[in-house]
């Protein structure tokens, strides 16, 4: 059974100021990959960042940078400088052998300007 | 990129009828689409895996006589709810996984969302 957990419910940053959210996981599944989407108020879900779990490099995707951590099994989202749009909710994700995708509770980040 | 077309994306229906929502790929195909529900703030539950031309698999808890699911086309998945009530009010989202080439998003592509009110 694969777990995700993102313990930070709600997180305020000021405009141009990096924010990191938290993600650990667990899983059986030797092979594995780590997601992360942003969900802004329309419900649609924009992908973000992806990570293998055999990728020996931390993935980064623009201002977004997966601070991958194998042996603690965490999977930080960095979003630097950030941006009044940015304001939205975030899930980590993970998917396994059977390609199904398990979301964590999702962490609300609100930019201030 | 890939893109699903999800419809509707928002309905109003009254309680004991069925509601169909449609999740369609437009320019691939999507060998397996997953159902998701979501209630406000909270996270993406997964309801039902369904591949082309086979029977759903339900997640467990998941009511499949109320919750049909059918996917007769590789570019095609409904979600029907049936006999609604207001508990089944709630944010339904599909997502579809090609294998069609290596992409950022390792092959996974979200509709838009349908938000389903029964009064």
């Known amino acids: 059974a694969q777990k995700i957990t993102q313990t930070q419910p709600g997180m305020f940053v000021q405009e141009k100021e990096a924010v990191t959210l938290d993600c650990t996981y667990d899983?059986?599944?030797?092979?594995?990959?780590l997601f992360w989407y942003k969900q802004p108020s329309s419900g649609e879900m924009i992908f973000l960042i992806y990570?293998?779990?055999?990728?020996?490099q931390n993935a980064t995707e623009g201002r977004y940078s997966l601070n991958f951590q194998k042996a603690r099994k965490s999977a930080n989202l960095v979003i630097s400088a950030s941006q009044l749009g940015d304001s939205a909710m975030y899930f980590c994700?993970?998917?396994?052998?059977?390609?199904?995708?398990?979301f964590g509770a999702g962490t609300t980040v609100t930019v201030r300007a | 990129g890939a893109v699903v077309s999800q419809h509707p994306s928002r309905v109003i229906c009254k309680s004991g009828t069925s509601v169909k929502i449609e999740c369609r790929s437009l320019?691939?195909?999507?060998?397996?689409m997953f159902w998701y529900r979501q209630f406000p703030k909270k996270s993406l539950m997964l309801m039902a895996t369904?591949?082309?031309?086979?029977?759903?698999?339900?997640e467990q808890g998941v009511e499949k006589d109320k919750f049909l699911i059918n996917h007769a086309s590789l570019t095609l998945s409904t979600l029907t709810v049936t006999s609604a009530h207001p508990e089944d009010s709630s944010f339904y989202i599909c997502?579809?996984?090609?294998?069609?080439?290596?992409?950022?998003?390792?092959?996974?592509?979200f509709g838009s969302g349908t938000r389903l009110t029964v009064v």
């Open positions: 997502s579809a996984r090609t294998l069609r080439g290596a992409e950022r998003s390792q092959g996974y592509t």
């Open positions: 994700a993970m998917s396994g052998g059977d390609y199904k995708l398990s």
């Open positions: 990570q293998g779990s055999y990728d020996q």
């Open positions: 369904s591949n082309e031309g086979s029977k759903a698999t339900y």
């Open positions: 899983t059986s599944d030797p092979s594995y990959g």
């Open positions: 320019d691939f195909q999507a060998t397996t």
